[in-house]
């Protein structure tokens, strides 16, 4: 089962190649935050969200986004925006990081603001099954009704194109999965998984030997 965590004080030698710290703008060129850390599988480094800083305008302070809802800011260098706006955020149940010490309390978490971004139009993709952000043929797709659900409830139903997340994206994500290894051995649910894991290997071993 796959285990999720964050980076914390992890840093990369290049400052220039770390996300974190970048602004974060919604719909409108509304400013969010800036990007505090990002949630990643243990088991493969691939991200699946950002945490973001409100600075203190929500008042459980952060905020995740999937990390397909982002894409490079297209007026601000270095900086990234999202289909979102603060009212928007403001609904979505509240983020706590001890939530990711639990697999199970995590899952909930998943489960709860899943089903917000299918109820309201944020993104409406109730395509998808374990993930909150579609694949490409869902998102394509879903288009029309997409822009549907938005107007309906008054929100933009622009058709600009997603620039994508640019190669700054890109860089950090190589970065974090070259580093998983070494972030991954702080944590403590994975030290255990592997402790057992070598337990288990051992008594097949020594069964063996028998």
Not at 113 to 123: A, C, E, G, L, T
Not at 134 to 153: D, K, L
Not at 180 to 200: I, M, W, Y
């Amino acid at each position: 089962m796959a285990h999720y965590g964050i980076l914390r004080e992890t840093r990369f030698t290049e400052a220039a190649e770390d996300i974190r710290g970048s602004h974060l703008y919604g719909l409108n060129d509304e400013k969010l935050g800036k990007i505090d850390d990002v949630i990643f599988d243990h088991s493969t480094g691939v991200i699946g969200y950002v945490v973001v800083d409100t600075g203190g305008w929500l008042t459980t302070k952060k905020f995740v986004v999937p990390a397909d809802g982002l894409r490079a800011s297209t007026k601000h260098n270095d900086d990234f925006e999202v289909s979102l706006t603060k009212k928007q955020i403001e609904t979505f149940p509240p983020y706590q990081e001890s939530d990711l010490d639990s697999d199970q309390r995590w899952a909930d978490y998943e489960g709860r603001y899943r089903s917000k971004w299918v109820s309201d139009p944020v993104i409406h993709r109730a395509e998808t099954d374990r993930n909150i952000t579609p694949t490409t043929e869902q998102s394509t797709g879903n288009i029309v009704s997409e822009r549907a659900a938005a107007a309906a409830h008054g929100y933009s139903t622009g058709s600009r194109v997603p620039v994508g997340t640019g190669g700054r994206w890109d860089t950090f994500q190589s970065r974090l999965r070259e580093r998983r290894k070494e972030v991954v051995a702080q944590c403590n649910t994975c030290a255990g998984e592997s402790a057992q894991k070598r337990g288990s290997e051992s008594v097949d071993t020594l069964r063996k030997a028998v």
